[in-house]
């Protein structure tokens, strides 16, 4: 079965830039879309279509693709973006078509 | 603005079924493909099904196939997922996730319900 692997954390220093990738075989021939989600709340999208920004989130918040791996970067770096982010694609490739998670990835504002 | 409000906790035993609402207002369900996602304890969020306008047809993750219906009474803009012979880990939050900027294959799910949580003890 379509598989998309994160890092199971990431850690990084309030102002610091944060990158948390995203890999997989069909990624880089369908889109990618990423979600935040703290504790206790639905998921948010914060970048669709790889590198667009729904309404409302930070321009700190940009995506990226280069072959096989996506990535989510999170510049400036603040505490309120403590969270787990998901990665999602389409995965019309396989026999049956569906979407497809990441496992997620925790980030962690030291 | 749109909202989708779901259905309140349900406790249930193994071997029974569950069904989730998902009222939709600021749109009506005809413009929406929605989908259903859920979340056990700890751990990711698992897509269970949805409409895909690319197709024009529900799609059910393989694992669900044969114990999940998605329904929809579009007179009251209520979406419904039923779950049936639960296991105990089928304990979860489950969500109904839409887009209302258009087909979620190309603009992901912008819209998500609180969740509800339904546990199988028993």
């Known amino acids: 079965s379509y598989v998309l692997t994160q890092p199971p954390s990431v850690s990084v220093a309030p102002g610091q830039t944060a990158r948390i990738t995203c890999g997989g075989n069909n990624v880089g021939s369908t889109s990618v879309h990423w979600y935040q989600q703290k504790p206790g709340q639905a998921p948010v999208l914060v970048i669709y279509y790889d590198s667009d920004r729904p309404s409302g989130i930070p321009e700190r918040f940009s995506g990226s693709k280069s072959g096989s791996t996506a990535t989510l970067t999170i510049s400036r770096v603040e505490a309120g973006d403590e969270a787990d982010y998901y990665c999602?694609?389409?995965?019309?490739?396989?026999?049956?078509?569906?979407?497809?998670f990441g496992g997620g990835t925790k980030l962690t504002v030291l | 603005q749109v909202q989708m409000v779901q259905s309140g906790a349900e406790v249930k035993k193994p071997g029974a079924s569950v069904k989730v609402s998902c009222k939709v207002s600021g749109y009506t369900l005809n413009e929406l493909s929605m989908h259903w996602v859920r979340q056990a304890p700890g751990k990711g969020l698992e897509w269970m099904g949805g409409f895909d306008p690319e197709d024009g047809k529900k799609i059910d993750a393989q694992r669900f196939q044969g114990r999940v219906t998605m329904t929809e009474d579009t007179s009251t803009d209520t979406a419904y997922m039923e779950l049936s012979s639960l296991r105990s880990d089928d304990t979860a939050v489950y969500y109904c996730?839409?887009?209302?900027?258009?087909?979620?294959?190309?603009?992901?799910?912008?819209?998500w319900g609180q969740g509800t949580t339904v546990t199988v003890s028993s």
């Open positions: 996730a839409t887009s209302i900027v258009g087909a979620p294959r190309y603009y992901g799910m912008d819209v």
């Open positions: 999602q694609v389409w995965d019309s490739v396989s026999d049956h078509s569906k979407w497809v």
